[in-house]
């Protein structure tokens, strides 16, 4: 990941995301909420009553803040990007909300065992293939044992998708990853239990239709889908 390119887009990426999900027929608020919304209740035995550690890796201008702080009330929140002049904006617009911090794409400054959920939406297709797999080894060293790593990406197999990534300047380095290989290097990584779970059938003007996704999860058509897996061992 290079910090001058997401440096690049941070004042304007709001307008340029806005601009690429139009045919949605959502806002970029939607699709923010939806993934912490989603990632609340895949971890409902974990958030209640308890003050769970949580990373936002590639958190960007902070899009997702007011969102953990909904669903994960008594969280404590770590931002953190390669891009420092995003992390700047976000602390000025969530000031106290969170902990904004930067990073070179490899390594954490974390301690071992320092988080009980890793959070990263629309990241790693801007991560060469290459370099996924050290990631991920990192990201295991830093959860805690029986802690959940949760990933949303863009599906590669939905055509619309693929429009508005291909029309996006944000978009420009990105190469959509499958479902079934991001699985691939979690396991390879030593991560274990992983699932996957495909959403957004719908557009906006069907959003009626959107409880059915419940039921459609393993069909490879949504717009998005999002990736779990578990750190199992001690070290």
Known sequence: ???????????EYQQLHSQSIKLSGESPEFFAEYKIRETAALLTSDKNGKNLDILDLGAGIGASVPYFMKYFPCCHLTCLDVSTKSLKIGESRYSGQANFVSFDGN???????????????????HIETKDRIGLFMEIKRI???KRKVIIFE??????????????????????LIRARELQRELQEA???????????FFPGLLRALRPLESYL??????????VTAEKSDVS
């Not at 071992?112 to 629309?122: E, K, M, T, W, Y």
């Open 1 to 11: 990941m290079d910090e001058a390119e997401f440096d690049r887009f941070a004042e």
């Open 107 to 125: 390594k954490m400054s974390f301690n071992d065992n320092n988080f009980d959920l890793v959070f990263a939406a629309g990241v790693f297709h």
């Open 143 to 145: 959860l805690r044992p």
């Open 154 to 175: 863009h599906n590669p197999y939905n055509p619309l998708t693929v429009h508005v990534v291909n029309a996006c300047l944000f978009y420009k380095n990105a190469t």
């Open 190 to 200: 030593g991560f274990t239990n992983t699932s996957k779970c495909y959403r957004v």
């Open 217 to 226: 999860g393993q069909l490879p058509l949504g717009a998005q889908y999002y």
